[in-house]
């Protein structure tokens, strides 16, 4: 049972590229997350979506973009990278149970643009 | 909007000392409140939570009691251990199942413990 698995772990981009970020899971859960990790900052919501078909921004949406077609999977674009978007990347899933609310996270993706 | 606030770091400490992480937060309603922690190189694993005021999460002798009157949910181990090193995030979910899985975080703590 592999969980939330995200490709690659890290990654170096020229500025103006484009990439995608891979997240895959296999917990069957409705509920998936972008966030991104800057020291001093915690980490910070980018996308999510409560299921296939449905996405919404989160918190710093602007330079990324998302799709939903199935629920495994929920890749991230950055359509033109910039040095401001050199960071930790972390999908996470989340099973809702009435208040029970846990998120499961993968390993990161490390994003380093030059 | 919800907010977190956590102690700033780093956090240094001997093994076996007194570990005290402190969290405190703003929210409307009444929000599930989480600890997550970070070990060098790996994503974040859940460390415990807590979903209604005066409920005690527990894992691994590390606890967190939901206080809704000073509406804080700080960190607490007896004796840490060199193990215990990694940064620790205080996180909060919106209540009554609308959160869509989104959490708030704070800005982490780093714990390092020394032999």
């Known amino acids: 049972n592999a969980g939330v698995t995200q490709t690659p772990k890290f990654q170096v981009l020229k500025t103006g590229q484009s990439m995608t970020l891979q997240c895959a899971q296999d917990m069957n859960h409705e509920y998936m997350s972008w966030y991104r990790q800057d020291p001093g900052m915690g980490l910070r919501l980018i996308h999510y979506?409560?299921?296939?078909?449905?996405?919404d921004q989160g918190e710093v949406p602007n330079g990324y973009n998302v799709s939903r077609s199935t629920t495994e999977d929920f890749p991230l674009r950055l359509l033109s990278a910039a040095p401001s978007q050199t960071s930790v990347y972390f999908c996470?899933?989340?099973?809702?149970?009435?208040?029970?609310?846990?998120?499961?996270f993968g390993q990161g993706t490390r994003l380093t643009v030059v | 909007g919800n907010s977190v606030t956590q102690m700033e770091g780093p956090v240094t400490l001997s093994e076996e000392a007194f570990l005290t992480i402190n969290c405190t937060y703003t929210?409307?309603?009444?929000?599930?409140l989480f600890w997550y922690v970070q070990y060098p190189g790996e994503g974040l694993q859940l460390l415990l939570k807590?979903?209604?005021?005066?409920d005690k999460g527990s894992n691994k002798g590390f606890e967190a009691t939901y206080r809704k009157e000073t509406t804080s949910f700080h960190l607490e181990k007896g004796s840490v251990q060199v193990s215990d090193s990694a940064v620790y995030f205080c996180a909060l979910g919106n209540a009554g199942g609308t959160s869509y899985g989104k959490l708030t975080f704070g800005q982490g703590t780093i714990l390092t413990v020394h032999p």
């Open positions: 979506s409560v299921g296939a078909g449905i996405t």
């Open positions: 807590a979903t209604k005021a005066d």
């Open positions: 929210a409307t309603g009444y929000p599930s």
């Open positions: 996470a899933t989340t099973f809702t149970g009435g208040l029970n609310t846990e998120a499961f």
